[in-house]
């Protein structure tokens, strides 16, 4: 198994990113020494699977991409679920995760569970990672970094508005689910995660945040990251509603070897390095 925060030093400035879902999987590697992101892919699975067939289509990855058989300087793999919650640092105990997790999240007593420290608000989140996936990949590659995604998402967002004097709600949206995020003058106000199937789900849970935080949606900055473009059916759906709309941005700087995704999709995983 795994160790968090424990990475391995090899003879090489390749780094490696893997993020999972039980809808699909992405890939991203970084040469460090060009600055350059060299491989960049994404994976859809045509249903949402379970964590064992998960692994499954990893194997079949690992197998048919040989890119993936090289050796990296550092490896993350990043879980991408609803099993998380976020602790006051000051509350935070190591002895109770399942407890922190058991009121909004359904947990077996056979679970591992995780946590990531995150320094720029001073809270610990707790969640539940693909244990089968940490263990494939420790036997492929020794030890490596993992973390949630909603850590890199929110230690993101919140580097991006740390000058920020102003309400702003990000949202990073997939293919079945969506997170929220609220920052009020630089600070965490919310974080949560909505799963959707229709534009009538998107913005119901918009509205029905902004409402419940006293923001108005005539006045509301909204900002879109991850899986969606202007015009197409959910921006649609949020600009009948909201006006001020805008797309957010990575903050990197790496070149690109193939075409470049946009610089706001994708966040989290181009985010990871």
Known sequence: MAIA??????????????????????????????????????????????????????????????????????????HDNDLSTLVPKSLFNESYLADYLKFNSKILKSDFIAYDTIIENNSVNVYVPYININNFIYDNFGAFTFKHVSTILIESVLQIEKESTSTNMYVNVGDNHFEIIVINKSNLLLYNRFSYHTKEDFIYYILFTAEQLNLNPDTLNLVLIGAIKENDTLYNMAYRYIRNITFGARKETYKYLEKSPSNYSNFTLLNSF
């Open 5 to 78: 925060n424990n990475i391995s030093t090899k003879n090489t400035n390749i780094e490696l990113s893997i993020q999972i879902s039980l809808s699909g999987l992405s890939f991203s590697i970084l040469n460090r020494d060009t600055n350059t992101i060299v491989v960049f892919k994404a994976y859809n699975f045509e249903k949402k699977l379970n964590p064992i067939e998960v692994l499954d289509q990893l194997k079949q990855v690992f197998v048919k991409e040989t890119v993936l058989k090289g050796n990296f300087a550092n490896i993350i793999i990043i």
